[in-house]
């Protein structure tokens, strides 16, 4: 069973920088797809970026230019750099991976990123 552990939120004014990371053990996950969605309070989950293990990305439409989603496949790991975050970044941040042509994957617990002034 693959287990996901997430690192890097926090509180971050306007206009700064974060970097999550996402930790996969219990499984080598060189060839799943990795991800990273959020949730506001009052909001349905939605994607931020994905990446396949090809490095194909995808990004959320309110994000493009300014987050940058990389994987590790030697550490299992895959980062999402945060730039010129807004508030409306504010919101739980939570990494999946899945099998390619699956529908099934592992969801980590999840970490607050907060944008304030």
């Known amino acids: 069973q693959v287990q996901l552990v997430e690192s890097g939120g926090g509180l971050v004014q306007p206009g700064g920088s974060l970097r999550l990371s996402c930790t996969a053990s219990?499984?080598?996950?060189?060839?799943?797809?990795m991800a990273w969605y959020r949730q506001a309070p009052g909001k349905q989950r939605e994607l931020v970026a994905s990446i396949n293990s090809s490095g194909y990305t995808d990004y959320g439409n309110s994000v493009k230019d300014r987050f940058t989603i990389s994987r590790d496949n030697a550490k299992n790991t895959v980062h999402l750099q945060m730039n010129n975050l807004y508030l409306e970044d504010t919101a739980v941040y939570y990494c999946k991976m899945w099998p390619p042509g699956s529908s099934l994957g592992q969801w980590g617990q999840g970490t607050q990123v907060t944008v304030s002034s």
């Open positions: 219990g499984s080598i996950v060189r060839t799943w797809v």
